[in-house]
């Protein structure tokens, strides 16, 4: 049982799904969870296989969805040299593999005044240095497991092309495994997180209706029109909320 | 890849496609709006709130008699970790000007908002990493009123209606007004909103929106907003202190009723820490894994309720708390992510729910608890869900004619999480459609607040998810968003001012003896010790073999299983 199946066998109202008790065919394998066997589902996750086995995780799970990276999960199969990466969430289990999560990965984010910096290469040389050590190998490119040219954007930034890095970068969950398995000891999630900042706050062109906007607001050009709805009871307000136009 | 016996219906959908193209590319609605009867039918039939067994009188505190969430109400009537006589608050482990409960998005700008614009320090005290919160994972945007077109208060008048006019107005007036001014906060803190060549912000629209009102980043949009907040805490050391995997499990309130801070426990070294604070702010988001009514959920691990119980045994009152929010789509297939999100913008694009025979039944973008019924009704009323290998049910959401309506390319561009979630599964959501249902997804209510934040005890503030009143019984997308940015901030604000002046007695947590007397005369009887803070996904024969230690009186996180859907432990079974 997944943890997946395990919420499903709670029922939910429309699905005709048996109540029993999880007797239903269950094909099992072997994987070794940090070098200790254990059965569990063929089609688990890792993560659900991990609690399958009764463990409770406090690192290594966060929104199991694979947006936030706590699962970062490194792996071999059997009968091949390769360390394989993977997020625990995302990741299926296979016959024999041996597997151990990682509950964090230490790294020195840099700490800066985001309005003294400016979105060039400077910036990536004073906050990042590490970044020029790249050997351009590629480990880090092929442990991503969201499939990220992570090589091109340190590449990027090196030479300080910041909208590179922000876009290449852009789906990160800072997982860390890259940084990891990287030989010149490069910190990429930090790195690109700092590029897509300076991105949003300098590279981008800024909006004229946002700005005026914003001073409407402050200058109180709906107050009031908020006074009026505000005094409405429920029945006008619906009247007026089930006749408006919609764009 | 699907199963060969959907093979049949998934040509329905191909065969209808063209004549829903033609209609999707009109400006009149794909499929006739409900009027506020048809939607209350749908509702009173369909929505799982309305199911006979849904809600039951919670038997103590502040909202006693009130009809809530039976779960909600399972967690409230539960026993504390602690007994005031276990704590020693005479000598203090850390003391702060505020401290925030819960490193999501609404205590990341509450701290920064603390420390920028009032020289504040603050304690972010968080159960697992910081940014390990829904914020993280919500995909398809946030609302404000920016475009020419839109205004704050029409905003208003969209959220107030998708609530049913239950909201609380100074709640929404804030919410929208404020709107604007958060996008400019996030886009100088470095956020990279979706934005048109000339640097308009790019609207979509959400279920509910009379206006295309949804700003987004990809669909990143609360991991782009919430690695920005965390990198820019993260930046300042010295007056945020940010204590990973050490949740509180209670508030300390003082001599004169004030809340004073918090006791914290250390996830890794199971020990008890007192924080002495002027101000103390619950910012711990929802409650997801208590998986209400057996639902699946979109919900983060640690979405287990905890600010709510703790908030209520201290005495203050909850609203709303007999709403629960079940997200119109969730994964239904594959079995793997079944309850995963499926961003409301697939719809805001042009994604259209269908039945087994491929024809729509529901407008695509009614307000969520409308769109989730009516999912529910064709499905259990009608007959026309397709079934899935495990015992699910599902509808189909047709999400190949987005790129036929924005080009080639546009969901993979716009939509990459979605398009990465359903290739890892053989399925390509640009060529097939995704197999959903609705998800529990969001608490509508919460502690109540006003405006300011401000909760019935002095000194406890709350903001985001936690908090109760803005939303009224049911959230439209892209306001949970706008929400923990919102009253984040005006949490940072307010506590902040507090903080400046009030002097604190001493303290106590007699209030949990107190608690556990009330408990006693009610005659509940339940072994529930809460906050839960982790859900167990341990199969039920290694939970009958795991330690219980001590009877429970004082249990490590190990041990504080999700008893809530365990026959064995119900404490609903107990309970009056």
């Not at chain 2, 979605?418 to 599964?425: H, N």
Request: with cysteine; glycine share 10%; proline share 5%.
């Amino acid at each position: 049982m997944t943890s997946a199946t395990a919420e499903k066998k709670k029922g939910r109202p429309a699905s005709p799904v048996d109540e029993g008790h999880g007797e239903v065919e269950q094909k099992l394998i072997t994987v070794y969870i940090m070098g200790k066997a254990y059965e569990v589902p063929a089609d688990a996750t890792i993560m659900g296989a991990i609690e399958y086995a009764g463990h409770q995780i406090i690192r290594g799970a966060g929104c199991r969805e694979g947006y936030c990276g706590a699962c970062a999960t490194l792996y071999r199969l059997p009968g091949d040299y390769k360390i394989r990466t993977g997020l625990a969430c995302m990741t299926m289990v296979e016959e024999g593999m041996t597997l151990a999560q990682i509950p964090s990965v230490p790294a020195e984010k840099a700490i800066y005044d985001i309005e003294q910096l400016k979105p060039n290469v400077t910036a990536i040389q004073q906050m990042y240095p590490t970044v020029f050590r790249c050997v351009a190998c590629g480990t880090c490119t092929k442990s991503c497991p969201q499939g990220l040219q992570v090589m091109d954007y340190v590449q990027a930034a090196k030479r300080g092309d910041i909208a590179a890095v922000m876009d290449l970068s852009f789906d990160c969950v800072v997982c860390g495994l890259c940084m990891l398995r990287c030989p010149a000891e490069i910190t990429q999630p930090l790195m690109g997180i700092m590029a897509k900042r300076l991105y949003g706050r300098y590279l981008r062109k800024d909006s004229p209706e946002l700005a005026e906007r914003v001073k409407a607001v402050e200058d109180g050009a709906y107050d009031a029109e908020y006074a009026e709805l505000m005094a409405m009871g429920r029945e006008a307000l619906s009247k007026r909320y089930y006749a408006r136009d919609s764009e | 890849m699907y199963p060969d016996y959907m093979e049949e219906s998934l040509r329905k959908v191909v065969e209808s496609r063209p004549k829903r193209l033609e209609l999707a590319r009109k400006s009149d609605p794909v499929y006739p709006l409900m009027n506020a009867e048809e939607r209350r039918a749908v509702l009173e039939g369909f929505h799982p709130d309305f199911e006979p067994s849904a809600r039951r009188n919670v038997c103590v505190g502040p909202n006693k008699g009130e009809s809530l969430t039976t779960e909600v109400a399972d967690l409230l009537e539960s026993h504390s970790w602690l007994r005031s006589e276990q704590v020693d608050l005479d000598k203090p482990d850390f003391e702060t000007d505020l401290l925030i409960i819960g490193g999501g998005g609404a205590g990341c700008n509450a701290a920064l908002v603390a420390m920028k614009e009032h020289g504040m320090r603050s304690i972010i005290a968080t159960k697992l990493r910081m940014g390990d919160a829904n914020t993280m994972m919500s995909q398809g945007g946030m609302q404000a009123a920016v475009s020419r077109t839109d205004s704050p208060t029409r905003h208003y008048l969209d959220a107030i209606g998708g609530g049913h006019f239950e909201n609380k107005p100074e709640l929404v007036r804030a919410l929208t007004e404020d709107g604007p001014g958060v996008v400019k906060w996030l886009e100088d803190l470095g956020v990279c909103w979706d934005k048109e060549e000339d640097g308009a912000l790019k609207t979509m629209h959400g279920g509910g929106t009379s206006r295309k009102r949804m700003l987004s980043c990809r669909d990143y949009t609360g991991a782009m907003i919430m690695r920005t907040l965390m990198d820019e805490v993260r930046n300042h050391p010295d007056m945020i202190d940010v204590k990973e995997f050490m949740p509180a499990v209670e508030l300390i309130m003082d001599s004169n009723g004030r809340c004073a801070g918090a006791i914290l426990y250390n996830m890794d070294s199971e020990e008890f820490f007192v924080v002495k604070a002027k101000s103390t702010l619950i910012a711990t988001g929802g409650y997801g894994r208590l998986h209400i009514r057996g639902y699946d959920t979109t919900n983060h691990y640690g979405a287990t309720g905890d600010g709510l119980v703790m908030a209520y045994r201290a005495g203050a009152k909850l609203m709303y708390m007999d709403s629960v929010q079940y997200h119109p789509t969730g994964v239904s297939f594959p079995e793997q992510i079944a309850g995963f999100l499926v961003t409301e913008a697939i719809r805001g694009a042009g994604g259209q729910p269908l039945n087994k025979d491929g024809e729509l039944f529901v407008f695509p973008r009614e307000p969520r608890d409308i769109e989730a019924s009516a999912i529910i009704r064709e499905c259990v009323q009608n007959g026309n869900g397709i079934p899935t290998p495990s015992g699910r049910v599902g509808v189909w959401l047709d999400s190949p004619l987005i790129d036929m309506l924005h080009g080639e390319g546009y969901t993979e561009k716009h939509f990459p999480a979605m398009y990465r979630q359903f290739i890892r599964y053989g399925i390509d959501i640009t060529k097939l459609p995704m197999l959903i249902y609705p998800s529990l997804h969001y608490q509508n209510g919460g502690i109540e607040i006003n405006e300011r934040c401000e909760t019935d005890i002095p000194g406890l503030y709350v903001a985001g998810e936690a908090s109760g009143g803005l939303h009224g019984r049911n959230r439209l997308m892209g306001n949970s968003v706008l929400d923990y940015n919102v009253f984040g901030r005006r949490a940072g604000k307010y506590a902040s001012e507090y903080a400046k002046t009030v002097k604190l007695g001493k303290l106590s947590v007699a209030h949990l003896d107190a608690y556990e007397k009330q408990l006693a005369d009610a005659n509940v009887q339940t072994d529930l010790v809460t906050p839960i803070l982790l859900p167990s996904y341990a199969p039920k024969d290694v939970k009958k073999r795991q330690l219980v230690r001590g009877g429970n009186a004082l249990p490590g996180s190990s041990v504080v299983l999700n008893r809530l859907h365990d026959d064995m432990f119900s404490p609903a079974a107990g309970a009056k």
